[in-house]
């Protein structure tokens, strides 16, 4: 008999599918084993999702709120704990876990005041009549979660969803399983009607099993680009199904003239080595000039990033990095860095494996400038590519050769080239001196490109959960004062 991981129409259900297990990347060790979710039990799930629909988006708004919001007070009172287990199920340390739960608990405040902004109730004057336009949920929605951030970013969808009615299959990442199982729990406990939250575990094939029923209104997606286009393929032909695409990104973080050198090496080890580099805005891709002022900041990122404290989660004191994801996730990092410097890479600063067995690795500079044809691809860790250039316009041209579009930054002293840059660069998230890591939930968040469907989240998640209904009502039916033409009454 293996474990209740599967939650379906408020049961903890064993799976019936193969077992699969999450690792501790940072020690190499079991902590969580499961059964995957059968197709029978994604199938069951969608069904309970269903029978709860009409009932959840009848409850009415007030109703779904208390509940979300007894969840974000068992969030608050289980922080620590859920903390832990993310830092456990991820590497990542414990001070930037305890950050995602609390984003965790900040999304019901602003998925509240973001339901009612944008998706709320509008009365328009009309003579004779009265106008409104108002929201409903799309019905049942599946939501995939990357691993990254196991807890804030499906929290991301599944929060606004459930506020605006929606009911909701969660299919977590499949390194993440243990987190998802707390986070469904204290939806559980927080009193959420059987069936209005399903939880199916399980790998890939658990994720095709739900994104190809018939059963599902919509879908909600955080992760590769891969595997949103793949799904993106798979909804062609349902103009119907809302799809709502969060992907990667090749970030580029361009540099001009700044006095604090400093400053600048900081915002770019946040921008590109936090989350060691397992965030979809992290900066890939360091724009630098040539000449000494680039010299400088390179020489002074490199001392700054040899010094990063990469260790356990639960290390005293506390590193900058965690493990990454999984060893093969490491290793996967080590052959991107071969690749490039095969293709004429100069590694700066070699990025490294730090402990068999484990996710540990070493931050990575390479320079790429003599790359002629440099794979646009998102290397998803520790790995920055440095391009030295000569002029801001040739820096916009290279930061914007790219399929993606997420996140861009420009480091600069001069407001003009923040307004060229703000002018000609491509991507959803344009900072200004500032980490390009780190958005706000209270902001709109997506990007173009191959790192989306224009279907923002965050703040404009509210958008993707309902659809806007415009009614024009009177009480009685009446006569109006002119006729048109050819009518006799
Ligand atoms: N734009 C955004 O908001 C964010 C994007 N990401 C991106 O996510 C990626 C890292 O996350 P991963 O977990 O590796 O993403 P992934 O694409 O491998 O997995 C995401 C989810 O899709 C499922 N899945 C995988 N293949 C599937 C298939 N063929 N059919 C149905 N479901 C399938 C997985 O089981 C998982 O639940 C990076 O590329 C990163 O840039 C991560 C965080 C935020
Ligand atoms: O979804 C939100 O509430 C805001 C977006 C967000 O939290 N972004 C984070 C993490 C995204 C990632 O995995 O890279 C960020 O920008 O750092």
């Given at each position: 008999?293996?474990?209740?991981?599967q939650?379906?129409?408020?049961?903890?259900?064993?799976?019936?599918?193969?077992v699969?297990?999450?690792?501790?990347?940072a020690?190499?060790?079991?902590?969580?084993?499961?059964?995957?979710?059968?197709?029978?039990?994604?199938?069951?799930?969608?069904?309970?999702a269903?029978?709860?629909?009409?009932?959840?988006?009848d409850t009415?708004?007030?109703?779904?709120?208390?509940?979300?919001?007894?969840?974000a007070?068992l969030?608050?009172?289980?922080?620590?704990?859920?903390?832990?287990?993310?830092?456990?199920?991820?590497?990542?340390?414990l001070?930037?876990?305890?950050?995602?739960?609390?984003?965790?608990?900040?999304?019901?405040?602003?998925?509240?005041?973001?339901y009612?902004?944008?998706?709320?109730?509008?009365?328009?004057?009309?003579p004779?009549?009265?106008?409104?336009?108002?929201h409903?949920?799309?019905?049942?929605?599946?939501v995939?979660g990357?691993?990254?951030?196991?807890?804030?970013?499906?929290?991301?969808?599944?929060?606004?969803?459930?506020?605006?009615?929606n009911?909701?299959?969660?299919k977590?990442?499949?390194?993440?399983?243990?987190?998802?199982?707390e986070?469904?729990k204290?939806w559980?406990?927080?009193?959420?009607?059987?069936?209005?939250?399903n939880?199916?575990?399980?790998?890939?094939?658990?994720?095709k099993?739900?994104?190809?029923?018939?059963?599902?209104?919509?879908?909600?997606?955080?992760?590769?680009s891969?595997?949103?286009?793949l799904?993106?393929?798979?909804f062609?032909?349902?103009?119907?199904k809302?799809l709502?695409l969060?992907?990667?990104?090749?970030n580029?973080?361009?540099?001009?003239?700044?006095?604090?050198v400093?400053?600048?090496?900081?915002?770019?080890?946040q921008?590109?080595?936090?989350?060691?580099?397992?965030r979809?805005?992290?900066s890939?891709?360091?724009l630098l000039?040539?000449?000494?002022a680039?010299?400088?900041?390179l020489?002074?990122?490199l001392?700054?990033?040899?010094?990063i404290?990469v260790?356990?989660?639960?290390?005293?004191?506390q590193?900058?990095?965690?493990?990454?994801?999984s060893?093969?996730?490491?290793r996967?990092?080590?052959?991107?860095?071969a690749?490039?410097?095969?293709?004429?890479?100069?590694?700066?600063?070699?990025?490294?494996s730090?402990?068999?067995?484990?996710?540990?690795?070493?931050?990575?500079i390479?320079?790429v400038?003599?790359?002629?044809?440099?794979?646009d691809?998102e290397?998803?860790?520790?790995?920055?590519?440095?391009?030295?250039?000569d002029?801001?316009?040739?820096a916009?041209?290279i930061?914007?050769?790219?399929?993606?579009?997420l996140?861009?930054?420009?480091?600069?002293d001069?407001a003009?080239?923040?307004?060229?840059?703000?002018r000609?660069?491509?991507?959803?998230?344009?900072?200004?001196?500032?980490?390009i890591?780190?958005?706000?939930?209270?902001?709109?968040?997506?990007?173009?490109?191959?790192?989306?469907?224009h279907r923002?989240?965050a703040?404009?998640?509210?958008?993707?959960?309902a659809?806007p209904?415009?009614?024009v009502?009177?009480?009685?039916v009446?006569?109006?004062?002119?006729l048109?033409?050819?009518?006799?009454?």
């Amino acid at each position: 008999m293996t474990e209740a991981v599967q939650y379906i129409n408020g049961q903890w259900l064993a799976g019936e599918g193969d077992v699969f297990v999450s690792l501790d990347p940072a020690r190499n060790e079991e902590i969580w084993q499961g059964a995957a979710a059968s197709t029978e039990q994604v199938a069951a799930a969608i069904a309970a999702a269903r029978d709860a629909a009409v009932a959840w988006a009848d409850t009415g708004v007030e109703q779904r709120l208390a509940i979300a919001k007894r969840y974000a007070e068992l969030l608050t009172e289980h922080k620590e704990h859920l903390a832990r287990i993310i830092a456990r199920e991820t590497g990542k340390p414990l001070w930037e876990t305890l950050t995602e739960a609390a984003a965790m608990v900040g999304k019901v405040g602003i998925s509240e005041k973001a339901y009612f902004e944008r998706t709320g109730t509008v009365e328009n004057p009309m003579p004779g009549a009265r106008a409104f336009v108002r929201h409903k949920p799309h019905g049942v929605v599946a939501v995939f979660g990357p691993y990254n951030f196991p807890g804030h970013l499906p929290n991301g969808h599944i929060v606004p969803a459930l506020i605006a009615g929606n009911t909701v299959v969660f299919k977590p990442s499949e390194l993440t399983p243990m987190v998802a199982q707390e986070m469904v729990k204290l939806w559980e406990q927080a009193g959420l009607p059987a069936g209005v939250l399903n939880l199916v575990q399980g790998e890939v094939d658990t994720g095709k099993a739900l994104a190809a029923h018939p059963g599902i209104d919509g879908l909600f997606f955080t992760g590769s680009s891969r595997t949103g286009n793949l799904l993106h393929n798979q909804f062609s032909g349902q103009p119907g199904k809302i799809l709502a695409l969060e992907m990667g990104g090749n970030n580029p973080l361009v540099v001009t003239q700044v006095e604090d050198v400093d400053a600048a090496v900081h915002t770019i080890v946040q921008s590109a080595f936090i989350t060691s580099g397992q965030r979809c805005t992290c900066s890939r891709r360091l724009l630098l000039p040539n000449g000494d002022a680039g010299d400088r900041i390179l020489a002074r990122l490199l001392e700054v990033t040899r010094a990063i404290k990469v260790g356990v989660y639960d290390a005293e004191p506390q590193p900058f990095m965690g493990a990454m994801i999984s060893q093969q996730a490491a290793r996967s990092m080590v052959a991107a860095q071969a690749h490039l410097l095969a293709l004429g890479g100069e590694s700066l600063l070699m990025l490294k494996s730090l402990q068999a067995g484990t996710g540990l690795v070493s931050p990575g500079i390479i320079d790429v400038t003599a790359i002629a044809e440099l794979p646009d691809e998102e290397y998803f860790g520790p790995l920055l590519q440095v391009i030295r250039y000569d002029e801001l316009p040739e820096a916009l041209v290279i930061a914007n050769n790219t399929r993606y579009g997420l996140s861009a930054g420009l480091l600069s002293d001069s407001a003009d080239d923040w307004d060229y840059f703000f002018r000609r660069i491509r991507a959803g998230i344009v900072n200004w001196n500032k980490p390009i890591t780190g958005a706000s939930s209270a902001a709109p968040f997506g990007g173009i490109g191959d790192s989306g469907n224009h279907r923002a989240s965050a703040y404009y998640a509210a958008d993707y959960c309902a659809y806007p209904v415009a009614s024009v009502e009177e009480d009685k039916v009446s006569m109006p004062a002119t006729l048109s033409p050819g009518l006799t009454f």
